[in-house]
């Protein structure tokens, strides 16, 4: 299937070097392999593969290649001081693409910076917009598909739901066994292990480390360490709380969510909120990557408890109040009272399974799968 990030990747590749980074599986490869029979000569390097990384090690490419791929780059010692080179050293019109399934910026080992020299894309699992997009699909039913099957390329369009769990126990069993581990070079199988499966059942909650670090019996700095290796490896992201005082929300425990939603242990409401929460998430990234806009995602808690589910910020001010619901319910009383303190921001209550669209005290209560539908990615 054509990815939504395809035109802006060949765009992109005609002015600088370009990084294109996302969790494991979700089809990076086989976007950059897709790109390559629009450029004479094209090569792919994997630095995983021996003689790929003899050839990236002697820089010995076909000068003649007008795209090169270099797959793992990362795993290099010296990478940035070795792209910076050969970047600056390319024959004259050749592209370079990067591709990665951990973040760039945490590696840290030292060398040059490429400043100014890259661009930097971040590729999603499919949502309810870009299968719309591709396959004309109804937006409903292209939301039930990512709530049974999650939104990775091979599950999503596996021909049955048993072939997608089989797909989803091995994933998660290798991205322990082999991606953490080469990652961090931890070893903790046990408790990294334990530490997945009781965040796949906390989804939507916020995040208490010290009190998981006590049912784990080990620290809670160990436990920011592997939260972090997680958010790194694009397993996991963080939705941290709105607050005007930057430095208070800090202070807050952030809520976790799956890039990939069928690891979700939680019932439909947490399933749901998940893909919610992923899918902005992946709006968000596209308005950051593509337009350069400042975009981020939030949730809010006041002192008595009470919540709202997602938060579209622009420039640190909200635009968007979210509350994810799997039938109609009540408008709450708190999304009211941020409807007055922020009349700019719009306020939705996103319903799964709806009778009818309407208004309640100006939040309107809309169908989750057509709104979604309606994101820029």
């Known amino acids: ?57 002697n820089q010995s490419w076909s000068p003649r290649a007008k795209l090169l791929v270099l797959d793992e780059l990362h795993k290099m010692r010296g990478w940035k001081t070795y792209l910076k080179g050969a970047w600056d050293g390319r024959s004259a019109g050749q592209a370079i693409l990067v591709t990665g399934s951990a973040r760039m ?49 091979e599950p999503f369009l596996a021909q049955n739901a048993s072939d997608a769990d089989r797909w989803r126990r091995q994933y998660l069993e290798d991205l322990i066994r082999e991606d953490v581990v080469e990652f961090s070079r931890i070893h903790e199988f046990r408790a990294m292990r334990l530490f997945v499966q009781m965040l796949r059942e906390r989804v939507g909650s916020p995040l208490s480390l010290a009190s998981m670090a006590r049912d784990l019996q080990v ?50 409401g947490a ?61 709450s009383r708190f999304m ?7 009349p700019r921001a719009r306020a939705l209550q996103l319903v799964r399974e709806i009778r009818q669209e309407e208004v309640r005290a100006a939040v309107s209560v809309v169908s989750a799968a057509a709104w979604l539908a309606e994101l820029a990615a």
């Open 336 to 342: 009211a009272s941020l409807v007055a303190r922020f």
């Open 219 to 268: 620290s809670p700095t160990t436990l920011a360490k592997y939260l972090g290796i997680l958010e790194a490896l694009y397993v996991v992201f963080t939705v941290p709380p709105y607050h005007r005082n930057v430095a208070r929300a800090i202070l807050k425990a952030p809520k976790v969510y799956f890039f990939d939603n069928g690891l979700v242990a939680g019932d439909e």
């Open 105 to 153: 910026d945490t590696f840290r080992q030292g060398g040059e910076s490429l400043a100014g020299r890259y661009f930097a894309l971040r590729l999603h699992p499919v949502s309810v917009r870009e299968w719309c997009a591709e396959s004309g699909a109804r937006p409903e039913d292209a939301l039930d598909r990512l709530l049974e099957r999650g939104g990775f390329p």
């Open 1 to 57: 299937m054509r990815r939504y990030l395809q035109a802006s990747l060949k765009a992109d590749l005609a002015r600088k070097l370009v990084f294109l980074v996302g969790p494991r599986q979700v089809g990076k490869t086989t976007l950059a392999k897709a790109l390559m029979p629009e450029y004479p000569r094209a090569q792919y390097l994997d630095w995983d593969v021996p003689n790929d990384s003899r050839i990236i090690r």
């Open 271 to 331: 399933r749901f909120e998940n893909a919610c929460a992923a899918m902005l998430l992946k709006h968000a990234n596209y308005l950051q990557d593509i337009e350069g806009r400042a975009a981020s995602v939030h949730y809010v808690r006041d002192k008595e408890g009470n919540e709202i589910d997602l938060v579209l910020c622009m420039n640190q001010a909200p635009v968007l109040f979210a509350e994810c619901k799997h039938a109609h319910a009540a408008v």
